[in-house]
């Protein structure tokens, strides 16, 4: 590993630990809501300049590395092969996601609370329907996309035109060779902003410590423990054991460059912010550029087990609070919904409780009692990412080992 490496991954923990301890100290000091007050005020906006700088560089990012995997991979047939590997990782361990979350929140709702809720719970949910989402995935515009920031519209944009240049041989090379060329200043702009990285995970942390201090945890601890070890199975479960059996990786190793991703994931909740880190680590771990470059931006955008957990368990929790008992065929519905669910779900802070909608609305839970975990959705959410995006870089291991043998981790 590089010493630059080393570097960031080392800052950003510092930056971590340092955000969760001047966080407590706030909290400690002002108490919950001055200190929130404050924080969110005057030290949140510094990690907003930096998420807001990563989101202006992910949707070149994800246009032009995407439309560069796909032009590196010189045959249309490859494309195919990786994209269906990929696309299978991602609904398999999604899908065991699902049930992982189920198995552990029943586990769980013994404990939970029915709760006498008013009517007027104070969230009212958007509610995001089957097959508007999947309409919604075709771009009937060719700008608004990316104006809008439509990660699973981009993608598909990405895709079509990455084939196109495929396709057109000889004639397609020199925009081929433009897209490239874009890619690679992209990629050091991101370079540039990733530097301020560490800072931007110190001033997160700190305001999501001071504001969210133990008192609001104390309500929903539960229900937050529930989704926690579900989070932990998953990882040591599913992604030790595909990329021990898959990518023939030591998970200790995996887990060990993959964690700066996991931890920045963790501080900014966003997949699609972590992008760059991502792509990072799985260089880092020797995973060719030309399947990083596909896998990665597709995982962040389609590819969310933490978010198919949250939705399990939250599914169940507020079925539970509002005295539902739901059958098994009602979890299988709720293995369905959730899946397809965070598909749909943007790699953004908080789109997955959005997506919550869906799920509950499938098994007949009134969706404004999303209400009453939205004041705490950050720390479901923290999690939610940090797996969200483990599981792409596992399956940029895995599906490199498939299809161009070991793993070469870079040496710079
Ligand atoms: N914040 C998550 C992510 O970016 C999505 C979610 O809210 O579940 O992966």
């Not at 991502?278 to 470059?293: H, N, P, T």
């Not at 599914?315 to 609070?321: G, H, P, V």
Request: proline share 3%; glycine share 8%; hydrophobic share 55%.
């Amino acid at each position: 590993m590089s010493k630059k490496k080393l570097g960031l991954g080392a800052k950003i923990l510092i930056g971590l630990v340092a955000g969760i301890i001047v966080g407590a100290i706030f909290w400690l000091a002002m108490g919950a809501e001055a200190a929130g007050d404050f924080t969110a005020k005057w030290i949140k906006p510094f990690g907003d300049i930096f998420v807001n700088l990563l989101k202006f560089i992910v949707v070149p990012l994800v246009l032009l590395s995407i439309m560069d995997g796909v032009i590196s991979m010189g045959d249309i047939s490859k494309v195919g092969k990786i994209g269906w590997k990929t696309v299978a990782y991602f609904l398999v361990t999604t899908a065991i996601a699902c049930i992982i979350g189920l198995i552990v929140a029943n586990l769980f709702k013994g404990a939970f609370p029915v709760l006498q809720l008013a009517e007027d719970a104070a969230y009212e949910a958007k509610t995001a329907n089957l097959m508007d989402t999947l309409v919604n995935i075709f771009p009937s515009n060719a700008i608004a996309p990316l104006a809008n920031a439509s990660m699973l519209q981009i993608i598909v944009i990405a895709l079509f035109f990455g084939c196109g240049i495929l396709v057109a041989g000889d004639k397609g090379k020199p925009f081929g060779n433009f897209i490239s060329s874009f890619n690679e200043v992209t990629q050091k702009v991101m370079g540039f902003i990733l530097a301020l990285s560490p800072y931007g995970v110190f001033a997160l942390m700190i305001w999501v410590v001071a504001a969210q201090g133990p008192k609001i945890l104390q309500s929903l601890a539960l229900v937050l423990l529930a989704a926690y070890i579900g989070y932990i199975i998953h990882v040591v479960l599913v992604y030790s054991l595909s990329v021990k059996a898959f990518a023939k990786m030591s998970p200790l190793t995996f887990f060990k460059k993959v964690f700066p991703a996991a931890a920045f994931a963790f501080a900014s909740t966003s997949s699609v912010a972590t992008l760059p880190i991502a792509k990072e680590c799985a260089d880092d771990m020797g995973v060719e550029s030309e399947i990083s470059s596909f896998v990665l931006p597709l995982g962040a955008t389609v590819n969310m087990d933490g978010t198919a957990i949250y939705q399990c368990v939250a599914a169940i929790f507020l079925a539970k609070c509002v005295g539902l008992d739901l059958t098994l065929t009602q979890m299988v519905v709720i293995v369905i919904t959730a899946t397809l669910a965070s598909i749909g779900t943007a790699g953004t802070s908080g789109a997955g409780m959005i997506m919550l909608a869906m799920v509950l609305e499938a098994v007949g839970v009134p969706t404004t009692f999303i209400g009453i975990i939205y004041g705490v959705d950050r720390l479901f959410d923290m999690g939610r990412t940090a797996l969200n995006v483990i599981g792409d870089v596992s399956c940029s291991v895995c599906v490199h080992q498939w299809e161009s043998g070991d793993l070469k981790p870079a040496k710079k």
